[in-house]
């Protein structure tokens, strides 16, 4: 399967939500499967033996707790394999760059140490997106074409490790995701939100 990068539209309300109580970062990435946030909630509610011995109880849930969703919000997107590319692309480096361009890999507000795949996820208010949107704006697929360097990617490890193997296809896969991902910023942005971004 691989580590793909997905996206969702979120908005600053439900980021306030989900960063004041994490495991509602199931009800946004996985609104369509209850389950999995009430198996989060049994699992961080769940008393040890020990703590059992020193008389604590295990607390219930007296009513789930749900996100509700605005026009525009709760919409994926992805950049299957293709982040780490899109991200060298737009700025020459594996992981770190001046911020907001670092939000492939690794800005934004942690939600909390609920694992969605790998690791938790990121978020990004409105005000973030916007200014995303801005920088985005500005870089063409030429700055990104120019930027591909398969020699130094595959030096520097960036995922997934097919670029002197795979050439000018590598470019395009980085550049028909980098299409989508602008589209998705821009997205959000007029519809004044904020996005979750995580591997999965």
């Known amino acids: 399967m691989g580590m793909c990068l997905a996206l969702h539209s979120v908005s600053d309300a439900n980021i306030k939500k989900i960063l004041g109580r994490p495991e ?6 996985a609104s369509d499967d209850p389950e999995i946030y009430e198996e989060t909630i049994k699992e961080k509610n769940r008393v040890s033996f020990l703590d059992k011995l020193f008389g604590k109880k295990a607390t219930t849930e007296t009513e ?22 899109i991200h060298y692309c737009m700025n020459k480096t594996a992981y770190e ?12 507000e ?3 140490d609920i694992d969605v795949g790998y690791g938790p996820a990121r978020l990004f208010n409105s005000e ?3 200014e995303i949107h801005s920088r985005l704006s500005n870089i063409t697929e030429a700055d990104v074409s120019a930027n591909y360097d398969p020699e130094d990617m595959d030096k520097l490890d960036i995922y997934p490790n097919i670029w ?13 995701y980098f299409v989508n991902l602008k589209s998705f910023v821009a997205n959000c942005a007029n519809n004044n939100l904020g996005m979750a971004v995580y591997i999965c």
């Open 110 to 112: 942690v939600a909390g």
């Open 97 to 108: 760059a001046e911020p907001p361009m670092d939000f492939i890999t690794v800005g934004g």
């Open 164 to 176: 002197s193997r795979d050439g000018e296809e590598g470019l395009e896969y980085i550049t028909e």
């Open 128 to 130: 973030a997106v916007k």
């Open 24 to 29: 509602l970062i199931w009800r946004l990435i």
């Open 64 to 85: 789930i707790p749900n996100l509700s969703f605005v026009e525009g919000e709760n919409v994926d997107d992805d950049l299957d394999k293709s982040w780490q590319g």
